[in-house]
């Protein structure tokens, strides 16, 4: 969860001073240090590219919507900037290690994404890496309700992978 945090911290704030070499560095050293064999659990990386994608159809669409301005971005601002896919990318790695607890659990994972996200980008604002320009609290519930979908269908998507993995285990 260090990992995480840091990952977070360094795109938010790397984004926020125009400093975009910071986040995919602590992202090398997450990747790294989940991957190693001791650790590694299967599935992992393509969580990665799954949480990506949605992560670039979510926060894309609520640049496009209005609710969200990324400070820093692509030559498009309207798509979603490469720290916060690149933060998408270091969430899916704690889905199977620190938050795998949340993997049965789907409803409190539901609701613990429904009102955290939204608290983590009031928290980029302040940090001034995105600006929140919606006026009204759409934008809060918008973001919670993806969320409360998004999180249980990320750790549904691991435990199929986990699952899947110890079918071909016990096949053999």
């Known amino acids: 969860m260090l990992w995480m945090q840091a990952l977070w911290f360094g795109a938010v704030i790397g984004a926020a001073r ?7 560095l602590l992202l090398i050293g997450f990747a790294f240090w989940e991957f190693r064999p001791e650790r590694r659990v299967d599935g992992d990386f393509q969580l990665m590219l799954i949480a990506v994608l949605i992560g670039l159809i979510l926060d894309t669409t609520w640049v496009k919507i209005g ?8 030559d498009s601002s309207e798509l979603a900037p490469l720290w916060i896919l690149i933060l998408w990318a270091g969430f ?3 889905l199977n290690h620190s938050l795998a607890w949340l ?3 789907l409803l409190l994972a539901a ?12 928290a980029a604002e302040r940090l001034g ?24 269908l990320l750790l549904w998507q691991a435990s199929y992978f986990n699952r899947h993995k110890q079918e071909e285990q016990t096949d053999v």
């Open 18 to 24: 125009e400093q975009h070499w910071f986040a995919p």
């Open 67 to 74: 609710w969200l301005k990324f400070t820093s971005g692509w």
């Open 92 to 94: 899916a790695l704690t």
């Open 103 to 105: 993997q049965s659990r």
């Open 111 to 122: 609701v613990l994404g429904g009102i955290s996200s939204p608290l983590s980008y009031l």
């Open 129 to 152: 890496a995105v600006n929140i320009v919606s006026e009204s609290g759409l934008w809060f519930v918008g973001l919670g309700l993806s969320w409360s979908l998004a999180l249980p």
